[in-house]
């Protein structure tokens, strides 16, 4: 791994999501210039080498379909460990993960979200993908919610440094709260994130949900309606066992329907260089 470039890590496991976020991590690696890595995970040290062999064979039809080159990198253990510690490590220069996911399927309506089982662990974004990216070059729509919680202003940063290179235009969603108090926390979240995407010159709109218990719904159906490249969420700052059985909020938009893809941040990540972008 090149550790004088940050890197877009993929989560690896030969499947056809696999290869959907691959391609998702081409099309941003060639605007940020960022190395890519294959992250795979068996459980067994002995199951290593036949998974270096094969992930070996995979880097060469990578370069052969693709003309770029990627790296990869073994680990033993389980996936919602393994994943999040080797991307939270700052010497490992994880700029940001990206991972496929068959959405709620199966067993996971029962046990909860995979994905978000990972995404929870980490100290650096997650972009959960379920399908190939569009033709376009790059994210042109980004659907960014607003609501009255604090940690808006840390995806806000991802909203500013997206914006930055993508060029991509922030679509800030406003939540309907009927509590005069926590509306006012709404609207200071909404002139905060004004404030600085205006400071940085990225060009976003304002919209406004109807109903806040149907919040996660309208933001999905928005984001359809105007073919949004990615929903930029936070997770829930105390997520329990319980979240992931019944289904903490963002666990709905993680496992769209639309398959949209979704850009997770977790409270208290950081990103050594993002915040610079806030003030210009």
């Not at 666990?251 to 260089?273: G, H, R, T, W």
């Amino acid at each position: 791994m090149e550790q004088e470039r940050k890197s877009i890590m993929v989560t690896w496991d030969f499947s056809a999501v696999s290869y959907h976020a691959l391609k998702h991590a081409i099309k941003i690696s060639q605007i940020l210039k960022n190395h890519i890595l294959l992250f795979h995970i068996v459980k067994d040290q002995s199951d290593e080498k036949s998974a270096l062999e094969k992930l070996d064979r995979t880097r060469e039809e990578i370069r052969k379909d693709y003309g770029i080159e990627v790296d990869y990198l073994v680990r033993t253990g389980k996936i919602f460990k393994e994943i999040a510690d080797h991307a939270s490590k700052e010497e490992n220069r994880v700029n940001f993960v990206i991972m496929g996911t068959h959405g709620m399927k199966g067993g996971q309506k029962l046990f909860g979200s995979w994905a978000l089982k990972v995404v929870a662990g980490s100290s650096v974004p997650f972009i959960v993908v379920q399908d190939d990216p569009p033709e376009k070059e790059r994210y042109t729509d980004i659907v960014f919610p607003v609501d009255f919680r604090s940690e808006n202003k840390e995806k806000l940063q991802w909203a500013i440094f997206l914006g930055k290179y993508l060029n991509s235009k922030i679509h800030l969603y406003k939540a309907p709260i009927g509590s005069k108090d926590l509306q006012k926390r709404v609207n200071v979240n909404l002139n905060f994130a004004i404030r600085f995407l205006i400071q940085n010159n990225i060009d976003y709109e304002i919209h406004t949900g109807s109903k806040y218990n149907l919040f996660q719904k309208e933001i999905l159906a928005f984001s359809k309606k105007i073919g949004a490249d990615l929903i930029l969420i936070t997770t829930t700052k105390h997520i329990t066992a319980m979240d992931y059985v019944f289904g903490a909020k963002e666990q709905y938009l993680l496992s769209n329907n639309e398959k949209i893809p979704v850009m997770c941040v977790n409270p208290k990540s950081n990103f050594a260089k993002v915040g610079q972008f806030m003030y210009g």
